[in-house]
């Protein structure tokens, strides 16, 4: 059966720390790998990775996938409070259009 | 662009009424999805059309969801009746994929409560 595990389920941090969310997946037919960031309403677009080993970065954020291991990871360093969220992690398949996501890692940032 | 519209924004209703959600997709998007969010279940597919057909409905729970499309610019998602149960954020999102450079996009959401 297809599925996206994604750990920790909830971290808290303080300001400044950096932290690591893993999203590993069994899935057939794998297409891409997104990450988004859940607030109080819709899930926002982070990143997309379909190739190993290569990094995408955004500011304090970063992804990167290993697809022979099965996993990503997100990272954030110098966290702020404004990234206190939800991080889903979801795996689109080339043999349809829908993408299957993890549950999601709560991230509290406290000041 | 404005974005994926939903509405409304917030619904409360009574056990047994009819509940219809609205989406308006992105001008261009050849796809939109419903998805239904809960804190026990996460986020869910209910159902996805690829240019206004839609392809697959496993994820509707009963008889009493429905959805239609009809045409590119605008979705709803029908309860009838509604129970407590169905309460939760119901979420529409539009894509269109060109290679492997596109992933979705959400609207706002509607926040279902069912009394």
């Known amino acids: 059966e297809d599925k996206v595990v994604q750990s920790p389920l909830s971290l808290v941090v303080h300001e400044g720390d950096t932290v690591t969310l893993n999203c590993s997946y069994e899935?057939?037919?794998?297409?891409?790998l997104l990450w988004y960031k859940q607030e109080k309403k819709a899930p926002t677009f982070l990143f997309m990775l379909?190739?190993?080993?290569i990094e995408k970065k955004s500011g304090r954020l970063s992804s990167i996938l290993d697809k022979k291991e099965l996993f990503s990871i997100l990272n954030i360093t110098a966290t702020q409070t404004g990234d206190s969220a939800v991080y889903l992690c979801?795996?689109?398949?080339?043999?349809?259009?829908?993408?299957?996501f993890g549950a999601g890692t709560r991230l509290t940032v406290k000041p | 662009d404005a974005g994926v519209i939903q509405s409304p924004r917030h619904e409360v209703t009574e056990m047994g009424q009819e509940v219809t959600l609205r989406c308006k997709p992105i001008?261009?998007?050849?796809?939109l999805f419903w998805y239904r969010q809960t804190m026990m279940r996460g986020l869910e597919l209910l159902i996805y059309?690829?240019?206004?057909?839609?392809?697959?409905d496993s994820g509707m729970p009963e008889d009493r969801f429905s959805a239609k499309m009809p045409n590119a610019s605008f979705s709803t998602l029908k309860i009838q009746p509604s129970e407590p149960r169905d309460s939760a954020v119901y979420f529409c999102?539009?894509?269109?994929?060109?290679?492997?450079?596109?992933?979705?996009?959400f609207g706002s959401g509607t926040r279902l409560t069912v009394v």
């Open positions: 059309f690829n240019n206004n057909v839609p392809i697959d």
């Open positions: 999102a539009s894509s269109l994929w060109q290679g492997d450079n596109y992933g979705y996009t």
């Open positions: 899935v057939t037919n794998f297409r891409s």
């Open positions: 001008s261009g998007h050849d796809y």
């Open positions: 979801a795996v689109a398949q080339y043999n349809n259009n829908d993408m299957r």
């Open positions: 379909t190739s190993s080993g």
